[in-house]
């Protein structure tokens, strides 16, 4: 059991848990970027709208996640080419956010619950639930996969494997 549990805490539980707390700053860092532009802090404008405000923050907190998750949670498993990677990065943050958006647009207009209360459930509850572990294994499986060839563990690999085949040459021409 204690073999299982080490495997499971090595490829998955650890990454899981760093990626909420990234999450979670995300989270915060796009309710409180939205709020305070829909405040109308900075005056009129294309970013003081609800879309508008909404596009800013979720920009601001997905370039935020994806420091986080590159630094911290998968740190081991970045890749040489960040532009590709934060491209990969983003393309999925988008698909998470129609996931959640495709949640609640089927319990609002489809099923007809249309209270703020069922909009919370199904965009905020069960969206977010749904969105955030289609994100979590894409990033851990593809963005930040430790098999990505341009990956720094890759990298480290091909090295190391380098470095093996190097030595038995050199010591087999010292003989």
């Not at 999450?23 to 003081?48: H, K, P």
């Not at 459930?121 to 963005?143: H, K």
């Amino acid at each position: 059991m204690k073999k299982i549990w080490n495997y499971l805490w090595e490829r998955l539980v650890r990454y899981a848990l760093k990626f909420g707390v990234v999450g979670l700053i995300g989270y915060f860092i796009d309710f409180g970027i939205s709020n305070f532009l829909w405040s109308g802090a900075l005056g009129d404008g294309w970013y003081e709208t609800p879309l508008g405000g909404k596009l800013i923050s979720v920009t601001v907190a997905t370039l935020a996640t994806w420091f986080g998750n590159r630094y911290w949670t998968f740190r081991d498993h970045r890749r040489k080419n960040f532009v590709l990677e934060l491209a990969e990065f983003s393309l999925i943050a988008v698909i998470g956010l129609g996931i959640s958006l495709a949640c609640l647009y089927v319990s609002h207009y489809l099923f007809g619950l249309t209270s703020l209360l069922a909009d919370n459930i199904s965009g905020n509850v069960i969206g977010l639930v749904l969105a955030t572990a289609f994100r979590f294994f894409l990033y851990r499986f593809w963005v930040f996969a430790p098999t990505r060839a341009d990956g720094y563990t890759a990298l480290k690999n091909k090295e190391a494997a380098a470095a093996e085949a190097a030595q038995p040459a050199a010591a087999s021409s010292s003989t």
